[in-house]
């Protein structure tokens, strides 16, 4: 098969090197991770946008390598060829594997925040998309300086806990390892990140399974979506997470 991959940049290395291994052709678009960042609406036009670029003369089948994501791909319609979407409410499912085993983690380790290669090298974003972002259009990525000059020093100090502190409710950094990492260079940056906020921290073996499947065409519909020609994804409320209407 020829298949067309439209991904998160998070995934970089991970999709690449699952796509080296796939017995298919996989041609890879990577959108930026700030797509995340600008709201439901934003990050649905650009995934509509990159998914009616397709050729669908070309392709099998569209993949997403991307989760339900606060919701940023409900209303995204398949063309002329199905698209293929994993079934998993963040990107963190991909990572750890299966839906199952990220719940058990969360769930036991209250206050988590999760790290990995993908998250430390590409995760803030820049240009356009911050400016387009719902944090920057609230003013919640002002720095503390930035507050007390604009706000004054008292109503600074209560701004920047309450609006611009996105860290406060968590206690544990938890470092996904991929097996794809150069020197442990990003395990021990998530340390140093650890240790200079005074939390816990713990690394896990990530399961690129989920990618691979998703590569491979093997998809089975427990654990993916299969979005067929003039459907669009909603959301669920159950342990199927999206479904097509």
């Not at 090298?121 to 000059?149: C, F, K, N, P, W």
């Not at 989920?210 to 065409?217: A, H, I, Q, S, T």
């Amino acid at each position: 098969m020829r298949l067309k991959l439209i991904s998160c940049e998070i995934f970089f290395r991970e999709m690449c090197a699952a796509v080296a291994r796939s017995p298919h052709t996989v041609d890879i678009e990577f959108l930026p991770k700030g797509l995340h960042d600008i709201g439901q609406q934003g990050m649905l036009q650009r995934l509509q946008e990159a998914v009616d670029r397709v050729d669908g003369s070309r392709y099998e089948a569209i993949l997403l390598g991307y989760a339900l994501c606060n919701n940023g791909i409900v209303g995204l319609t398949a063309r002329s060829v199905p698209i293929v979407i994993p079934r998993g409410h963040d990107c963190i499912t991909l990572f750890m594997g299966s839906r199952q085993r990220y719940k058990e983690y969360f769930d036991s380790h209250p206050g988590v925040y999760f790290l990995t290669s993908g998250w430390i090298e590409r995760g803030q974003e820049t240009g356009e998309l911050r400016q387009l972002s719902i944090q920057h259009q609230m003013g919640m990525d002002l720095t503390y300086e930035e507050m007390v000059a604009k706000y004054g020093e008292d109503n600074a100090k209560f701004l920047y806990e309450e609006l611009c502190n996105p860290l406060k409710n968590y206690s544990q950094y938890t470092y996904i390892s991929m097996g794809l990492e150069a020197e442990d260079r990003f395990e021990n940056q998530a340390r140093e990140k650890a240790a200079a906020q005074g939390w816990s921290f713990e690394r896990v073996e990530g399961d690129p399974t989920m990618l691979e499947r998703l590569v491979n065409g093997s998809w089975d519909d427990g654990e993916f979506l299969t979005l067929r020609p003039g459907r669009h994804v909603t959301a669920l409320y159950d342990e199927g997470v999206i479904a097509s209407a």
